[in-house]
């Protein structure tokens, strides 16, 4: 396969997975239906079934239409053209922003059905301790450690200019000298990353909030993902000892992306993909008042930092808490970061 | 016809790696397993969030499921397990402490005392619970309780000793 080919089709992988998950996304919870309140048992009833049906149906087709169009657009494109590099994630923009209107349509036939429901919380007295998994996570920096030190004892044969990156057609078009940001800029970017992960699983294990049990279980993939992570960014730490070629820098993508999916596929399965079956585990404690737009969760009130999301998996802020604000403020510090790292 | 090769026959090497794969799995299994001790609390009931969370508490002493000596959450772990402020938990633990169920330890957290034998209530606080009883039983039969039914549920309670 030439590296067009390949890399094209790495382009629209990640397309397809988000194309075929997009029909579960919006509706994984227990007593919240397309982010209304509703009763634990409505979700099983013939109309909910039916809104849920149209919404898969007509998610998944419009998903496919414009997936197809992406590839097609992907593959008739010049290898180099800036519209193949953005197509990719203009298309998952777009297929969110469709799935989110179906969502909002879903929403409107499911209002009529709403029910006061307590907005009940529990929680375990016996603490379940979080070191192993956050330690676990942490401890993804030392192959990155150890790739520096490996980096600096061979600084010798390290050459005085490599190729740092690639063309999609396998051309080299991008060079780094033999200077500290040159080599070990991808081992700090790493790093960095990776102390994101870890600061990330302590303050979803340790922030304000209902579903406790719940996010500490989200610790262990968060450590799978870091020592993903910090793999990928050891392999382009060599890359200046390794003498990698495109093809196989490829293929090591390939192999991630598919350990990403495994990972991803995992949790939607323990995430619980029928709002019928779940259990009160995942029922959701938030007012639908506080809820703007679905998405959005404003509540002074409520003393959550960390509520589960209602369009979407995983958890979201309650941005009347400042601590929310800060935090955000550092992820976006971060990303910056890494940023004018990469540079 | 071959047989299944038995354990001893796995290569040497492989053993060390599913040795640490098993005490990663069992050191976080067994965290775990810990026996489940639930409180619930319900955000908008009429009754205040402190006053329900000393109640869950205090069914959990009286029932024996906590027993004493056992440590409770911190104010902070068990207010951002909950989702609630931590005045509420401290407001909470307070009522306790001064009913003689708990010993506040700060930042430790909390014990739960031996108060095994009731102390011998004073005549303001059999009053109070007097009044409290009646007023509850109003409010059951507002809601369409029969006097038989909150008979013998009080009766099944006091002899469960459970909520």
């Known amino acids: 396969m030439n590296p067009v080919t390949a890399a094209h089709l790495l ?3 990640p397309l397809a997975f988000i194309t075929l998950s997009l029909p579960w996304l919006g509706q994984s919870r227990s007593g919240v239906l397309f982010g209304v309140t509703v009763s634990l048992d409505f979700a099983c009833t013939p109309q909910a079934r039916s809104v849920l049906r149209s919404y898969r149906r007509s998610v998944f087709l419009i998903a496919l239409v414009l997936f197809a169009i992406a590839a097609a657009i992907l593959w008739l494109s010049p290898a180099n053209s800036p519209a193949a590099a953005l197509v990719p994630g203009f298309t998952i923009l777009l297929e969110l922003l ?3 209107l179906f969502w909002r349509r879903g929403a409107a036939a499911i209002r009529p059905h709403s029910a006061a429901i307590p907005l009940e919380r529990h929680t375990d007295l016996v603490p379940v301790s979080t070191a192993l998994p956050l330690l676990a996570t ?8 150890a790739t ?4 600096h004892l061979r600084w010798n044969q390290i050459p005085l200019r490599f190729v740092r990156h690639w063309n999609a057609s396998g051309v080299a078009n991008g060079w780094a000298t033999r200077s500290f940001s040159g080599v070990f800029g991808p081992i700090l970017a790493g790093a960095m990353t990776v ?3 870890t600061l990330g699983s302590f303050f979803i294990s340790h922030a304000n909030g209902p579903q406790m049990s719940q996010r500490r ?11 993903l992570v910090a ?3 050891c392999v382009l730490g060599l890359r200046p000892l390794l003498h990698l070629t495109p093809s196989t820098l490829l293929l090591i993508a390939a192999v991630y992306l598919f350990l990403v999916f495994g990972l991803s596929l995992w949790l939607l399965r323990r995430g619980g993909l029928a709002p019928c079956s779940s259990t009160s585990e995942s029922y959701d404690s938030t007012p639908d008042s506080g809820w703007y737009a679905g998405i959005f969760y404003y509540n002074p009130a409520d003393a959550a930092v960390l509520v589960p999301k209602r369009f979407g998996w995983g958890w979201t802020f309650n941005f009347a808490r400042p601590s929310a604000w800060i935090y955000l403020g550092a992820i976006l510090l971060f990303a910056l970061s890494l940023t004018v790292l990469f540079k | 016809m071959q047989l299944p090769s038995s354990p001893s026959e796995k290569p040497e090497s492989e053993t060390p790696l599913l040795l640490l794969q098993f005490c990663i799995l069992y050191a976080y299994n067994i965290q775990n397993m810990a026996p489940s001790l639930q409180i619930r609390v319900v955000l908008d009931s009429p009754t205040p969030v402190y006053r329900q969370v000393a109640d869950a508490l205090r069914s959990l002493c009286v029932g024996g499921r906590l027993a004493p000596g056992t440590k409770l959450p911190t104010v902070r772990q068990l207010a951002a397990s909950l989702g609630i402020h931590f005045n509420t938990v401290a407001e909470a633990y307070r009522v306790l402490s001064d009913e003689g169920w708990l010993l506040i330890e700060g ?4 014990t739960i005392l031996d108060r095994q034998l009731p102390r011998k209530p004073n005549a303001t606080a059999q009053a109070a619970a007097s009044s409290r009883l009646r007023h509850l039983i109003a409010e059951l039969q507002a809601k369409g309780l029969s006097p038989d039914w909150i008979r013998h549920e009080t009766k099944a309670a006091l002899e469960s000793k459970l909520p």
């Open chain 1, 11 to 13: 382009a629209l992988l």
């Open chain 1, 98 to 100: 469709v799935a989110y």
């Open chain 1, 138 to 145: 942490a401890g993804s920096l030392l192959p990155l450690a």
């Open chain 1, 148 to 151: 520096a030190l490996l980096l």
């Open chain 1, 195 to 197: 102390l994101l992960l």
């Open chain 1, 217 to 227: 279980r989200a610790l262990v993939p968060m450590a799978a993902l870091a020592w």
């Open chain 1, 231 to 233: 793999g990928l960014f």
């Open chain 2, 107 to 110: 930042r430790r957290g909390a």
